[in-house]
């Protein structure tokens, strides 16, 4: 009886099994960080006392990637920290290709910057409220700017959580209004420093 060409060299069959291997290794890790979940470093100061440069995020990519499977856009809840692809980036400026803000309003909200404190307007709430009621005292206070604009359809007004001054490019000071479909997910765990891990919403 003829034995099969692989089990006459053993070492071939080895060779074989660990590329294989590795190959798989390779395309999961692929498809989770396309799909699942992607890591991002904080880079700057934008984020404090939320986040601090240096940060390492994990960004939950599975509410994008069920919103694409069901033709949907995906959008974010208010308050929540997003990751999104830099719509400035090609800007010498604005040498980040991703960013890290807080979701502030949304797509027809007229969102009024005055005496330090943002007021949305919506339909449910034509007095206006303080989108950061929620969010535990986090963004630093107060809000430097004066603005007064209203979200276009299919875009985010966004801002980072260290206000004061120019100490973050958002989009009350010349980031501008955020696409949906420059989002990559919402910032669901720090992973380090190892000191202070913790999730978000």
């Not at 430097?144 to 989009?171: A, C, H, M, W, Y």
């Not at 479909?181 to 190892?194: A, C, M, Q």
């Amino acid at each position: 009886m003829q034995t099969r060409y692989l089990d006459r060299h053993p070492g071939i069959r080895d060779t074989f099994g660990i590329v294989f291997f590795v190959t798989c290794v390779v395309i999961g890790a692929i498809l989770i960080n396309s799909f699942v979940f992607r890591s991002f470093n904080v880079d700057g100061r934008s984020m404090q006392p939320t986040m601090h440069d240096g940060d390492k995020l994990i960004v939950n990519k599975l509410p994008v990637t069920a919103s694409q499977l069901q033709n949907k856009e995906y959008v974010p809840e208010r308050g929540q920290i997003i990751i999104f692809k830099n719509p400035k980036y090609d800007d010498i400026k604005n040498r980040e290709e991703y960013v890290v803000k807080r979701v502030i309003a949304f797509p027809n909200e007229r969102v009024r910057l005055a005496n330090g404190v943002y007021t949305v307007f919506n339909s449910d709430n034509p007095e206006g409220f303080d989108p950061d009621n929620d969010n535990d005292g986090e963004p630093a206070s107060p809000t430097t700017g004066q603005i007064d604009v209203t979200v276009p359809e299919k875009t985010l007004f966004v801002s980072g959580d260290n206000r004061t001054g120019e100490n973050s490019l958002d989009s009350r000071n010349g980031l501008g209004f955020i696409p949906f479909y420059d989002i990559i997910g919402p910032v669901s765990l720090r992973i380090f420093p190892f000191t202070d891990i913790r999730t978000f919403k």
